[in-house]
């Protein structure tokens, strides 16, 4: 109002004057114009029909309900919404990738606080030194003479119901060959020696470990 007045004053006293009056005021016309707010869209639900809006089960929604449909709309359009979107994969890609180099961290501190393996032990027979002269105890074994019986000389060799095999190397019996199961006993003797012994035999043999056709094992 104050402008106007002002303006048909100068046009009274001077046109010129009132000429560049009406330019100022123009221009801060628009100024105010331009720096107003845009007014904001409407709700994407307002801008339907009653039919569209029940057709669409709108009415079923609750009004929080329908605010954020709204708000959804209004994102979508925007391109908010695929922004949030792209966001939050990112995030997600970043938390993995952290995760990922954690556990190769945590994987390559251990392996380098991991002691050494221990030097292998050797066995309680490798570690047995024996002096020549040492005596060895063992334990009398019991088995089953396999196959005929007839006697001994240098060389006979017998084969025990365990696998074993027993060379004489010392004495000599002669008896009829007999097949009858033979219960039979190897002795140890000194200096590491074996004497095998038969079930109703009085003598013995000297005998040597020949090794084992299946399982068998020399005596402990």
Not at 111 to 134: D, N, Q, V
Not at 153 to 158: L, N, S
Request: charged share 30%; glycine share 8%.
């Amino acid at each position: 109002m104050f402008f106007r007045r002002s303006a048909w004053l100068l046009l009274r006293l001077s046109p010129r004057l009132a000429t560049c009056a009406a330019v100022a005021l123009a221009g801060l016309t628009l100024g105010r114009a331009e720096s107003s707010p845009t007014p904001r869209p409407a709700p994407f639900s307002s801008a339907l029909s009653p039919a569209e809006f029940s057709g669409a089960g709108l009415s079923k929604l609750t009004d929080a309900e329908l605010q954020e449909l709204n708000r959804l709309v209004r994102a979508h359009e925007s391109g908010e919404l695929v922004r949030a979107r792209e966001a939050a994969r990112r995030a997600e890609e970043e938390a993995a990738r952290a995760v990922r180099d954690a556990t190769a961290e945590r994987r390559i501190a251990e392996t380098a606080t991991t002691p050494p393996a221990p030097a292998r032990k050797e066995s309680l027979l490798e570690r047995i030194r024996l002096k020549p002269g040492t005596q060895i105890d063992y334990d009398t074994l019991e088995s089953e003479l396999v196959g005929e019986f007839a006697g001994w000389r240098e060389g006979t060799v017998f084969t025990l119901a365990n696998g074993q095999r027993w060379r004489v190397l010392q004495g000599e019996y002669e008896s009829p060959r007999d097949t009858t199961p033979r219960r039979v006993w190897i002795k140890p003797g000194l200096l590491g020696t074996f004497f095998i012994e038969f079930e109703g035999i009085k003598g013995r043999a000297k005998v040597a470990f020949a090794g084992s056709s299946s399982a068998g094992k020399a005596p402990r």
